[in-house]
């Protein structure tokens, strides 16, 4: 990568953009001022860390809209400015000033273009900079406003000696232009045309995969953060600008990114350029890019995954390139590594930041090793949940010998096959949770686990070994799920399924930090108010019937015993009576 102080130090070899707000160097202008006059010139829609220099160029006579006598500022480099003049080569290889033998002649010639002027005046800019020395001028930065006060009217080559490090709104692009300066007081606005770039990734609330084609993004789904279950495929896309190429040869475009380690690389589903004229088709240039996966060693201080590039985007383009869009659609895997949060914290997140190296020097070719320019980094973050639950029994206390098995979906729509899980021994591996030795952890296992066999897989969670709670990591927010009492503790009845309708996540607004992490839960039947990511499970006790030897028999004896003593005294009585009868 090219480090921003090189570029500085290259200062002689910046970036020249002329100003359309400048009028660079037409020639028929004139201007007259008295000695004791200053000249300002505001350059405005700067920065904070951004100074400029002024080189004055020619001088001359201007009187009635004709300047006359002109002359080179410092008579003392005319021949060797009028050399670096003549060496000027265009793109079609022709030599504009090959013929000049004044400076009259090269001011003609600079007034004359046409289609080339802006180019030539560049070229030019860039020619005369290592010949004149700096103007004595003071300088002053307030409010966005940078003012170069000259002791002289002329024509300068006025350029940015230094840039800050690229920030939100500004990238690093130099500027250098030709300007007239015959008032006291002119403003321009320094056209510093660099790129940028915006990084979104997809929120599956509602739809679980983007509709992506050879367009802009237009559905609502795409923000700086998503939410996913272990092993699903997250969708990202990076936007970057074309600035205008016209005062370059050749341009470089190197779309950089990197992904932590919870996310494994997928695939750049497609590259496609918007134009920015409405109604132009949009154009698929996947093929004109390359992609390479792994890191670049021209970076020092990013590891790349992987990153996209065109040696010469003004060749793709061509005559397409009228500042629109490069949007850059891919994927990635949420991984087994993936950092998982069991709270509202600010740590527990998996990023994807992406930046862009793009050529900043058109006095230079835009490809190899020469000047480039880096927009600041964009980082979208994904997120994968928790969700809790702890058996107990009719007086809510601990309960042990329960089994829960996960399934996709509810109702009609659950899953006919459980969802695979990992059962988490080692502790160290429960990132983002406080590990608690009561609880059995459990996540989601990936397609490439379940394929390769390499890890265990379960189905039930267990609540053995005297634990009475259980953890599962890797869920999605936008997925319901239905856990299912599988194996009951003895003596006690199988409790209904419990249904995780939502897990309701809100995040700050750079969405790297989450502050809401709650559940909707239907237990037992009955929908339960929206709570923490967690559920007590309760189980009762089954009925107990009567049984042989028991009570029951003894009651039943008793009873018999009374109908044989009751039918004894009815005989006796009948006995009795008939006796008396007699």
Not at 106 to 131: Q, R, S
Not at 271 to 294: L, Q, R
Not at 378 to 386: F, G, I, Q, R
């Given at each position: 990568m090219k480090n921003t102080k090189r570029a500085r130090r290259a200062a002689a070899f910046a970036a020249a953009v002329v100003m359309a707000a400048c009028a660079a160097v037409p020639m028929g202008s004139s201007f007259s001022a008295s000695a004791e006059d200053t000249y300002t010139v505001t350059i405005d829609n700067t920065v904070s860390g951004y100074t400029y220099a002024a080189y004055k160029i020619f001088s001359g006579n201007l009187s009635g809209g004709v300047l006359s006598n002109i002359q080179w500022a410092d008579a003392s480099k005319a021949t060797e400015a009028l050399k670096a003049a003549?060496?000027?080569?265009?793109?079609?290889?022709?030599?504009?000033?090959?013929?000049?033998?004044?400076?009259?002649?090269?001011?003609?010639?600079?007034?004359?273009?046409?289609?080339?002027?802006?180019?030539?005046?560049?070229?030019?800019?860039?020619?005369?900079?290592?010949?004149?020395?700096?103007?004595?001028?003071?300088?002053?930065?307030?409010?966005?406003?940078?003012?170069?006060?000259?002791?002289?009217?002329?024509?300068?080559?006025?350029?940015?000696?230094?840039?800050?490090?690229?920030?939100?709104?500004?990238?690093?692009?130099?500027?250098?232009?030709?300007?007239?300066?015959?008032?006291?007081?002119?403003?321009?606005?320094?056209?510093?045309?660099?790129?940028?770039?915006?990084?979104?990734?997809?929120?599956?609330?509602?739809?679980?995969?983007?509709?992506?084609?050879?367009?802009?993004?237009?559905?609502?789904?795409?923000?700086?953060?998503?939410?996913?279950?272990?092993?699903?495929?997250?969708?990202?896309?990076?936007?970057?600008?074309?600035?205008?190429?016209?005062?370059?040869?050749?341009?470089?475009?190197?779309?950089?990114?990197?992904?932590?380690?919870?996310?494994?690389?997928?695939?750049?589903?497609?590259?496609?350029?918007?134009?920015?004229?409405?109604?132009?088709?949009?154009?698929?240039?996947?093929?004109?890019?390359?992609?390479t996966k792994g890191d670049d060693a021209d970076t020092t201080d990013f590891t790349e995954t992987f990153y996209v590039s065109f040696a010469d985007l003004k060749d793709v383009l061509k005559t397409n390139a009228d500042g629109g869009y490069i949007y850059t659609y891919y994927t990635a895997t949420l991984n087994k590594d993936a950092l998982v949060s069991n709270s509202a914290n600010a740590t527990q997140h998996n990023d994807n930041t992406a930046y862009l190296t793009y050529s900043n020097n058109p006095n230079h070719s835009g490809s190899g090793d020469n000047e480039t320019g880096d927009t600041p980094k964009d980082t979208v973050y994904d997120w994968t949940l928790t969700f809790n639950g702890s058996k107990v029994d009719e007086k809510n206390d601990p309960l042990t010998g329960a089994g829960f098995t996960l399934y996709a979906g509810f109702g009609d729509s659950v899953s006919a096959e459980p969802i695979q899980l990992v059962a988490i021994t080692d502790l160290t591996q429960v990132n983002g949770v406080a590990a608690d030795e009561n609880t059995n952890y459990y996540r989601i296992a990936t397609a490439a686990e379940i394929a390769d066999g390499s890890v265990t897989k379960v189905t039930e969670m267990l609540q053995n070994d005297g634990k009475t709670k259980f953890m599962i990591?890797?869920?999605?927010?936008?997925?319901?799920?239905?856990?299912?009492?599988?194996?009951?503790?003895?003596?006690?009845?199988?409790?209904?399924?419990?249904?995780?309708?939502?897990?309701?996540?809100?995040?700050?607004?750079?969405?790297?930090?989450?502050?809401?992490?709650?559940?909707?839960?239907?237990?037992?039947?009955?929908?339960?108010?929206?709570?923490?990511?967690?559920?007590?499970?309760?189980?009762?006790?089954?009925s107990t019937l009567p049984s042989t030897g028991g009570i029951g028999t003894t009651m039943f004896y008793v009873g018999g015993g009374v109908l044989v003593a009751g039918a004894g005294v009815i005989l006796i009585t009948k006995k009795r009576a008939k006796k008396d009868a007699e």
């Amino acid at each position: 990568m090219k480090n921003t102080k090189r570029a500085r130090r290259a200062a002689a070899f910046a970036a020249a953009v002329v100003m359309a707000a400048c009028a660079a160097v037409p020639m028929g202008s004139s201007f007259s001022a008295s000695a004791e006059d200053t000249y300002t010139v505001t350059i405005d829609n700067t920065v904070s860390g951004y100074t400029y220099a002024a080189y004055k160029i020619f001088s001359g006579n201007l009187s009635g809209g004709v300047l006359s006598n002109i002359q080179w500022a410092d008579a003392s480099k005319a021949t060797e400015a009028l050399k670096a003049a003549k060496d000027i080569t265009l793109a079609d290889a022709s030599k504009p000033f090959e013929g000049c033998t004044s400076a009259a002649d090269v001011a003609k010639v600079l007034g004359d273009a046409t289609e080339t002027k802006a180019v030539l005046a560049e070229k030019f800019a860039a020619a005369m900079e290592p010949i004149f020395t700096t103007a004595d001028v003071t300088d002053d930065y307030t409010d966005g406003k940078y003012e170069l006060i000259l002791p002289t009217a002329g024509y300068y080559l006025i350029k940015n000696t230094d840039i800050p490090a690229a920030s939100a709104d500004k990238g690093t692009s130099y500027t250098k232009f030709i300007l007239r300066v015959s008032e006291t007081s002119t403003t321009v606005t320094p056209k510093t045309d660099a790129p940028t770039l915006e990084k979104k990734i997809w929120h599956n609330d509602t739809v679980a995969e983007p509709t992506i084609g050879n367009a802009t993004p237009t559905e609502a789904g795409w923000g700086d953060v998503g939410d996913n279950q272990i092993g699903d495929t997250v969708y990202y896309y990076t936007k970057t600008s074309v600035p205008d190429m016209s005062n370059y040869d050749t341009y470089k475009y190197i779309i950089r990114d990197q992904m932590s380690a919870g996310l494994t690389m997928g695939e750049v589903t497609n590259i496609v350029y918007v134009p920015k004229t409405a109604g132009a088709s949009s154009i698929d240039i996947k093929a004109n890019a390359v992609i390479t996966k792994g890191d670049d060693a021209d970076t020092t201080d990013f590891t790349e995954t992987f990153y996209v590039s065109f040696a010469d985007l003004k060749d793709v383009l061509k005559t397409n390139a009228d500042g629109g869009y490069i949007y850059t659609y891919y994927t990635a895997t949420l991984n087994k590594d993936a950092l998982v949060s069991n709270s509202a914290n600010a740590t527990q997140h998996n990023d994807n930041t992406a930046y862009l190296t793009y050529s900043n020097n058109p006095n230079h070719s835009g490809s190899g090793d020469n000047e480039t320019g880096d927009t600041p980094k964009d980082t979208v973050y994904d997120w994968t949940l928790t969700f809790n639950g702890s058996k107990v029994d009719e007086k809510n206390d601990p309960l042990t010998g329960a089994g829960f098995t996960l399934y996709a979906g509810f109702g009609d729509s659950v899953s006919a096959e459980p969802i695979q899980l990992v059962a988490i021994t080692d502790l160290t591996q429960v990132n983002g949770v406080a590990a608690d030795e009561n609880t059995n952890y459990y996540r989601i296992a990936t397609a490439a686990e379940i394929a390769d066999g390499s890890v265990t897989k379960v189905t039930e969670m267990l609540q053995n070994d005297g634990k009475t709670k259980f953890m599962i990591l890797g869920l999605d927010d936008a997925k319901p799920y239905t856990l299912k009492e599988t194996t009951t503790p003895a003596t006690y009845n199988t409790g209904d399924d419990i249904v995780i309708n939502k897990l309701h996540t809100t995040y700050n607004t750079a969405g790297d930090e989450m502050t809401v992490l709650k559940a909707d839960i239907t237990n037992e039947g009955v929908a339960l108010a929206t709570v923490e990511n967690s559920v007590q499970i309760q189980n009762k006790k089954g009925s107990t019937l009567p049984s042989t030897g028991g009570i029951g028999t003894t009651m039943f004896y008793v009873g018999g015993g009374v109908l044989v003593a009751g039918a004894g005294v009815i005989l006796i009585t009948k006995k009795r009576a008939k006796k008396d009868a007699e």
